[in-house]
């Protein structure tokens, strides 16, 4: 069965999370992808090793690498050289898409802006992320993950009022590669009509805004001005994450159908009848008493107790894992989320995510691990035209 985006050549000068996982993404659903790094190998390769002290393909690689770079292959290459950009336009001439989260300086510089790739390609699509965007006044700024989440207001409702947090998950980077995804393969689909590439733009602070953006409207039209409240939801109750016997589990009762089998689970008519809490936002407002209610239920319960009952009751409720015991779920397993894989230089399989997203017809698939540093460089090097001679030279020149 072949991929959807079979045929299509990615050249991703991504690094970290969000131009490499958008990259991986179209390598899940079959486009041939090109990863492209430095010569003594890119920052993100090394984060979260295996084996700290390590040296790339002993065990050095990280963790992150792993999960961002399979379905890739990869080579090295000096873009910022004259035989570096040749090798580039070549590339370039006879690629797709090309993915880099860069600043707009850097682009121009390794000539991976769209008025170059353009020239060269009138069918290339250059799918760019960054951290501001382009055209305010913070476009030249650097940011990760984490600035976004802090500038969109999440950070502040995470945590306590006396304590913003940000997460510990990277929703903002993995958001912003999945809509850059998106976008690229818009972009694909409109080129079958017109034959014309364009520009497609991610930014994290556009991506943290997005998943934020009810807040912000609610924040607008009424001037709330909240604060954080731990666990629990502004918008409804109880939710919130409570301790049983033997573990924590995370409760969310939403809504007043979900909110009467509570009371009934409960066994406590006069919830309902109460007007603190007659519907969500006051439920809300007032979770903190539902909270302490739900806390002394779960107390006296261990974690699959309570959890057996909340099902029975038809709440929507779960244990709060350690990452162990999300690698042990049997329900994860049964599902085939994870997909082991080997790499060199450690011992076992890493367990990678599949493409989040199922197609019954077309679904995208894990089909070999993370390339090596430089691994496949004079394959690749070999398929547009140059010899051995020539690989030999760039070697030389310390282009690859």
């Known amino acids: 069965m072949s991929g959807i985006l079979s045929g299509i050549k990615v050249l991703d000068f991504g690094r970290y999370i969000a131009g490499p996982y958008c990259a991986t993404l179209l390598g899940d659903m079959g486009a041939e992808v090109i990863r492209v790094e430095k010569r003594e190998g890119s920052e993100d390769r090394f ?3 295996f084996r700290p002290g390590a040296g790339a393909g002993e065990g050095g690689e990280g963790t992150m690498f792993l999960q961002l770079n399979r379905n890739k292959r990869g080579m090295t290459l000096d873009p910022m050289s004259d035989e570096g950009r040749k090798v580039v336009r070549a590339m ?5 898409v090309v993915v880099a989260n860069l600043p707009p300086q850097t682009l121009k510089a390794m000539g991976l802006d769209y008025e170059t790739l353009s020239a060269i390609n009138p069918g290339i699509i250059l799918t760019t992320v960054s951290a501001f965007g382009h055209g ?4 030249n700024r650097v940011g990760f993950d984490g600035v976004a989440q802090a500038m969109c207001g999440a950070a502040h409702l995470t945590g306590h009022a006396d304590e ?5 998950a990277p929703w903002v980077d993995f958001g912003t590669a999945s809509l850059a995804a998106f976008g690229t393969m818009a972009a694909l689909f409109e ?8 520009v497609v733009e991610g930014a994290l602070l556009a991506t943290a805004l997005n998943f934020f953006n009810f807040h912000l409207i609610e924040q607008s039209l009424r001037q709330t001005n909240r604060e954080g409240i731990g666990n629990r939801s502004p918008y409804a109750g109880p939710v919130d994450i409570f301790k049983a016997k033997d573990g924590w589990i995370m409760v969310q009762c939403i809504g007043l159908p979900l909110f009467k089998r509570w009371a009934k689970l409960m066994g406590e008519d006069h919830w309902l009848t109460d007007p603190r809490f007659k519907d969500d936002l006051a439920r809300g407002d007032n979770g903190e008493v539902l909270s302490q209610r739900m806390s002394e239920w779960c107390a006296e319960r261990t974690v699959a107790a309570a959890l057996d009952e909340l099902d029975a009751a038809r709440i929507p409720a779960g244990p709060v894992y350690t990452p162990q015991q999300a690698l042990d779920d049997p329900h994860i397993k049964a599902m085939g989320y994870l997909h082991p894989m080997g790499f060199p230089g450690i011992e076992g399989e890493a367990p990678l995510m599949e493409t989040p ?11 070999h691990r993370a390339p090596l540093l430089g691994e496949h460089t004079d394959d690749i ?13 760039l ?3 310390n282009i690859i």
């Open 357 to 367: 997203v199922r197609l019954s017809g077309n679904p995208g698939e894990i089909r």
């Open 136 to 139: 305010g006044p913070y476009s």
């Open 395 to 397: 070697r030389t020149q």
């Open 381 to 393: 090097l070999s398929e547009y035209g140059y010899s051995e001679e020539d690989i030999n030279s």
């Open 47 to 49: 984060v979260q090793p």
């Open 92 to 96: 370039v001439a006879k690629a797709d």
């Open 164 to 168: 913003p947090m940000k997460s510990y």
């Open 191 to 198: 080129r079958q009509k017109t034959g014309k590439g364009q």
